[in-house]
T-cell receptor
């Protein structure tokens, strides 16, 4: 099977940096996605990693280590509007029967305080 | 606005009833994914259709069924409803057959079973 773990909740201060970790155990790994979801709204895509390393996109960066089954999402210069849930999701390859679906972690609720 | 529409936005019904949720993908997208998000279970993949054909199934109950029509809109039918079926139901669309970062979520249908 597969297992995806993220911290349940985190708090941070406006203007600071926060790192949200995600660990996964799955066979046939074929990519990791990060989504942002404000309460009661649809998830929106943030980043995608399939190779090891860091992907940077403005204030958000995402890192992947396939050998460690580990990813993190780094949010810089935090703003109040960044208060949301952050969902980590894994895609498996076609040989694992998972090429057409994402398996989501439970999400990390981030609260940004002034 | 992702371009994906879902109706209705809210639905309140009683246990034992049957409901139909509707999703219209973005113009040109051939893939439709259905997800269920409840408070205690996070975002769970239910089923994926591509150009009218079922491509992948997740933890979808036998009481639930879906289809994608020739005009590419999709419907998710939930029958013999139970209290535990209360959740947000999202659909997402994509131009591709395989899941990718180019997956856009609709605003969701909030189902409350009383």
């Amino acid at each position: 099977g597969q297992n995806i773990d993220q911290p349940t909740e985190m708090t941070a201060t406006e203007g600071a940096i926060v790192q949200i970790n995600c660990t996964y155990q799955t066979s046939g790994f074929n990519g990791l996605f990060w989504y942002q979801q404000h309460a009661g709204e649809a998830p929106t895509f943030l980043s995608y990693n399939v190779l090891d390393g860091l992907e940077e996109k403005g204030r958000f960066s995402s890192f992947l280590s396939r050998s460690k089954g580990y990813s993190y999402l780094l949010l810089k210069e935090l703003q109040m509007k960044d208060s949301a849930s952050y969902l980590c999701a894994v895609r498996r390859d076609m040989f694992s029967g998972g090429y057409n679906k994402l398996i989501f972690g439970a999400g990390t609720r981030l609260a940004v305080h002034p | 606005d992702s371009g994906v529409t879902q109706t209705p936005k809210h639905l309140i019904t009683a246990t034992g009833q049957r409901v139909t949720l509707r999703c219209s993908p973005r113009s040109g997208d051939l893939s439709v994914y259905w997800y269920q998000q409840s408070l205690d279970q996070g975002l769970q993949f239910l089923i994926h259709y591509y150009n009218g054909e079922e491509r992948a199934k997740g933890n979808i109950l036998e009481r639930f069924s879906a289809q994608q029509f020739p005009d590419l809109h999709s419907e998710l039918n939930l029958s013999s409803l139970e209290l535990g079926d209360s959740a947000l139901y999202f659909c997402a669309s994509s131009a591709r057959a395989e899941v990718s970062y180019e997956q856009y979520f609709g605003p969701g249908t909030r189902l409350t079973v009383t």
